[in-house]
């Protein structure tokens, strides 16, 4: 069973950056594709960014240009750095299968203050 671990949340204005890292443990080698995903108060939770096994991205409209998906195989680890922030960016960031056929983990806060 895959474990996964989301980190690297924080507050920070407009304009500012973070990195979050998403760490899976377990058997991952059927995992095909890995997004992330976030939740707004009040809102449902929408896909944000995904990366294949075979490395490619999409993003979605509101974040194309200003996030950046990649992984680490070694590590197990995918990342997601968000530039210029928005504080429409403000939500729980989770990360799961494109299909999210995982257990959801804890998620991360982020929040971008005006």
């Known amino acids: 069973q895959v474990h996964l671990v989301e980190s690297g949340g924080g507050l920070v204005q407009t304009g500012g950056s973070l990195r979050l890292s998403c760490a899976a443990s377990?058997?991952?080698?059927?995992?095909?594709?890995m997004g992330w995903y976030r939740q707004a108060p009040g809102k449902q939770r929408e896909l944000v960014a995904i990366i294949t096994r075979g490395g490619s991205t999409n993003y979605a409209d509101s974040v194309k240009g200003r996030f950046t998906i990649s992984r680490d195989n070694a590590k197990n680890t995918w990342y997601l750095q968000m530039n210029s922030l928005k504080p429409e960016d403000t939500a729980v960031y989770y990360c799961?299968?494109?299909?999210?056929?995982?257990?959801w983990g804890q998620g991360t806060q982020v929040t971008v203050s005006s």
């Open positions: 799961n299968t494109g299909l999210r056929s995982l257990n």
């Open positions: 377990g058997s991952i080698f059927s995992i095909w594709s």
